[in-house]
């Protein structure tokens, strides 16, 4: 995949659910990353100067030679090139992911089937302990702490404590990155993360349960609170809720 290197917004919470809940096909993912970016790549701005060594001055260089001026920035990406196989390997476990959460988020008296398998092989003796667990409190920045319900009958606490983990484990594959600049007397903290991160980050969120989303019951869509729908009762959406309806009073009438 090529994709031009630009600065790329960030996915909603419901773009990326909806995306993992779709069937990756090459033109879905390839649009996906025109729309966010590469997944593990980064944008970057570099600068280039050419000089020989007779200007450079005794210590070495430094910031400004004389005679060498910098080019403008040139954007560019950071990183290993990716290719359609990466990005269904990684799709797969957000799917693996998003299908999971909709079991636990479904509540206990709706849910249908069995508990979900999550198939996200961890590296052997990576965050295989008990997970971290949280409830109460806000950090910030809040990297793999999760939430966990003691009411929780064991198999689900445990599916919660799997996911905690494999979100742990994404987090940690992929760190953000962080620089130090000393800018007079000030030290500044850069800290970028690449969209890979940022997705799993939003996973955590959800685990957490800092944010309140939605599976539409009749397409599969998702929706997030106060954006797509305002009450816990909510359902569907309302075209959706329409179609079923109309489906089931054409098959009463055939009965
Ligand atoms: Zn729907």
Same mark, same amino acid.
């Given at each position: 995949m090529e994709i031009p290197a630009r600065q790329y917004k960030r996915p909603?919470?419901?773009?990326?659910?909806? *995306?993992?809940?779709?069937?990756?096909? @090459?033109?879905s993912l390839a649009g996906f990353a025109f729309s966010y970016g590469y997944l593990r790549r980064l944008v970057v701005a570099r600068r280039e100067r050419r000089f020989t060594?007779?200007?450079?001055?005794?210590?070495?260089?430094?910031?400004?030679? @004389?005679?060498?001026?910098?080019?403008?920035p040139i954007i560019d990406w950071k990183g290993e090139p990716e290719d359609v196989d990466l990005w269904r390997r990684e799709? %797969?476990?957000?799917? %693996? *992911?998003?299908? %999971? *959460?909709?079991?636990?988020?479904?509540?206990?008296d709706m849910r249908s089937g069995d508990m979900p398998v999550v198939p996200i092989r961890l590296q052997e003796g990576k965050f295989n302990g008990e997970a971290i667990l949280y409830h109460d409190g806000?950090?910030?920045? @809040?990297?793999?702490l999760t939430?966990?319900?003691e009411?929780?009958?064991?198999?689900?606490?445990? /599916?919660?404590?799997?996911?905690?983990? @494999? !979100?742990?484990?994404?987090?940690?594959?992929?760190?953000?990155? !962080?620089r130090y600049? /000393?800018?007079g007397n000030v030290l500044k903290e850069f800290r970028v993360c690449t969209l890979l991160h940022y997705i799993w980050l939003q996973f955590q969120r959800l685990l957490a349960g800092r944010v309140a989303v939605k599976?539409?019951?009749?397409?599969? *869509?998702?929706?997030?609170?106060? !954006?797509?729908?305002?009450?816990?009762?909510?359902?569907?959406?309302?075209?959706?809720?329409?179609?079923?309806?109309?489906?089931?009073?054409?098959?009463?009438?055939?009965?």
């Open positions: 909603t919470i419901k773009q990326i659910l909806d *995306f993992a809940h779709r069937t990756p096909t @090459v033109e060594s007779a200007q450079i001055t005794p210590g070495g260089l430094t910031e400004n030679v @004389v005679g060498a001026e910098w080019s403008e799709h %797969s476990d957000m799917k %693996s *992911f998003e299908e %999971s *959460f909709a079991w636990l988020n479904t509540p206990a806000d950090v910030d920045p @809040v990297e793999v939430l966990y319900d009411t929780e009958s064991y198999k689900v606490a445990d /599916l919660r404590k799997q996911l905690a983990r @494999v !979100v742990a484990a994404k987090l940690s594959e992929n760190p953000p990155d !962080v600049v /000393l800018d599976q539409c019951k009749v397409c599969g *869509f998702w929706e997030e609170k106060g !954006v797509g729908y305002q009450r816990d009762t909510w359902k569907d959406h309302p075209a959706c809720g329409n179609r079923r309806r109309k489906r089931e009073e054409r098959a009463e009438q055939k009965k």
